[in-house]
């Protein structure tokens, strides 16, 4: 097992796997840019490395620096969490080629599935289903009788792509050349590839995805599906498990065709298919997201598999320690993204710092955050404040526990949230009865009309115990001084009720 591991990430996913490493006895080294100096993270690592400014590029993106600070300090591991360089193939290889183990897939499996057109024909020569498309040639006319035979509405994809940049529905085939010319230029400016393929549009599809394992000792596993049809421009908003579309049945031959993908392309660790499940619950291979997920903890509710943990001891070379067979799922999961974002002006990140955050708890609801009392959301990351789940026995009473959760979560401070938003999308029919779809959210303009931001009265005895707190003088953290220099033993980071604001979140 590793003596110890570096974690290339920040916020809530840091302090996840964080988590993972102290419970497992591995001791911890955190990077952080300059306006992370203070963050959760930070305190609770065994060492930390300042490695740059605020943007990304010059900071979390810096695989060569990062790398250098595992070696410095003797790491044996890199956990690159999800976003940053998690899907990196070429800074995968670089931390093998330095001799230290990669927590993840190996660089040529990520270069399989990062271009969509080679992903889709190990896909199809795996027998998995793909959507009918065409990806021969990138001549106009080639495309335009490719996408007569396909049959309209077509969409245009970029090769290089994902999260929907360089993509256009075209309806009609007069619309196409200037489709291809406008998709052309979005997918060169946003990947330096103006490579483009066409694809059947799915129609008002569920976008469901299987969580997939496979270890160093030729096992793979499925730990079942993830419905995040609940989203809004391509940012999840609600994720559950199990999906509200899916029989026994249906999931059995995705489960399968998920394991057969990860065996096709010789995958190791964790790994995610995406699919898009049509109305008549035909199901098509989307592409494969080869990192940790943000909602892998709806996962870990239905199924009592600890994913972070398990990917530790995956690349550390231990064989999975189930088969498929062991595996089922128990109850119903939810998680609610908490985002400091105003949904009725237009969803626009409302950020700035928190002044105390009051965690619901309770029997099955877990807070996943990188964020506590007197930090700062700032413009630089994801503004996500936190993640909320759930576990209940039925969807129903995990849809319950939820709305309780999210009325007995208080965040104080210069953030607008996106509870009361959250809190609409779970009481609307269509959520109610396991219908949305992935335009669920855009479907439903009057969801984003200004929504009353006032706490309901359980919320405002939290706020009250939380002012008293401020007026003892004792919520805001010093600028200077301990918490400053992020010493994790500071009376700012304990959780044990001198604050009331509990810094600990977890599970
Ligand atoms: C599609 C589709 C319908 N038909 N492909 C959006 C992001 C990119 N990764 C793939 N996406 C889609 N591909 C076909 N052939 C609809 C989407 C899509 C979508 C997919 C998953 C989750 C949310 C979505 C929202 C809008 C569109």
């Given at each position: ?398 849809i319950d526990k939820m709305l ?25 029919p269509r959520f109610l009865a ?73 599970a």
């Amino acid at each position: 097992m590793f003596q110890k591991i570096l974690i290339a990430n920040r916020g809530e996913i840091a302090v996840r796997i964080l988590r993972a490493c102290q419970e497992m006895g591995i001791a911890t080294v955190a990077v952080y840019s300059d306006a992370d100096a203070r963050a959760l993270h930070v305190a609770l690592a065994d060492a930390a490395v300042h490695i740059g400014p605020p943007p990304p590029r010059e900071s979390y993106l810096r695989g060569e620096r990062i790398l250098q600070a595992a070696r410095e300090h003797g790491c044996d591991a890199i956990h690159p969490g999800y976003g940053f360089l998690s899907e990196n193939a070429d800074f995968a290889d670089a931390v093998a080629a330095a001799g230290l183990t990669f927590i993840g897939p190996r660089g040529a499996a990520m270069r399989v599935m990062g271009v969509k057109t080679s992903a889709r024909a190990a896909m199809q020569a795996a027998g998995v289903p793909i959507v009918p498309g065409y990806q021969a040639s990138q001549a106009d006319d080639d495309l335009l009788a490719a996408a007569q035979e396909i049959g309209f509405p077509v969409l245009v994809k970029a090769t290089a792509g994902g999260g929907g940049k360089g993509m256009r529905i075209v309806q009609h085939p007069d619309e196409l050349r200037h489709a291809l010319a406008s998709a052309r230029r979005e997918a060169l400016n946003a990947f330096g590839d103006e490579h483009i393929y066409l694809e059947k549009l799915i129609e008002h599809p569920h976008h469901i995805e299987f969580q997939v394992f496979a270890d160093h000792h030729g096992h793979a596993v499925h730990l079942f599906e993830r419905e995040c049809s609940v989203q809004r421009r391509h940012q999840k908003i609600i994720e559950e498990t199990p999906s509200p579309l899916l029989d026994a049945e249906l999931r059995g031959r995705m489960g399968e065709a998920a394991v057969a993908a990860v065996r096709a392309v010789g995958y190791t660790n964790a790994g995610t298919l995406e699919f898009l499940v049509d109305a008549q619950r035909a199901y098509y291979f989307l592409e494969m997201n080869t990192r940790l997920q943000v909602e892998h903890p709806i996962t870990e509710a239905v199924t009592g598999v600890d994913l972070v943990k398990l990917q530790i001891r995956v690349a550390a070379g231990e064989p999975l320690p189930f088969t498929q067979t062991d595996l089922s799922q128990r109850g119903h999961a939810i998680e609610c993204r908490i985002y400091a974002e105003d949904a009725a002006n237009g969803f626009l990140p409302a950020i700035g710092k928190v002044l105390t955050a009051v965690e619901p708890v309770g029997p099955g609801v877990r807070v996943d955050a990188g964020v506590t009392g007197g930090d700062e959301i700032t413009l630089h990351y994801d503004p996500m404040i936190a993640k909320l789940i759930v576990l209940g026995e039925t969807r129903r009473d995990a849809i319950d526990k939820m709305l309780w959760a999210l009325r007995h979560y208080v965040i104080l401070g210069d953030v607008i949230t996106n509870i009361p938003f959250l809190r609409k999308v779970l009481s609307h029919p269509r959520f109610l009865a396991g219908d949305a779809t992935t335009d669920f959210v855009d479907s439903l303009p009057h969801l984003q009309s200004p929504i009353s931001q006032s706490p309901n009265p359980p919320d405002l005895a939290f706020a009250i115990a939380a002012i008293a707190e401020l007026l003892q003088g004792s919520a805001a953290p010093p600028t200077t001084g301990a918490a400053a220099d992020g010493d994790p033993f500071s009376p700012w980071r304990q959780s044990d009720g001198f604050r009331l604001g509990n810094a600990t979140g977890g599970a």
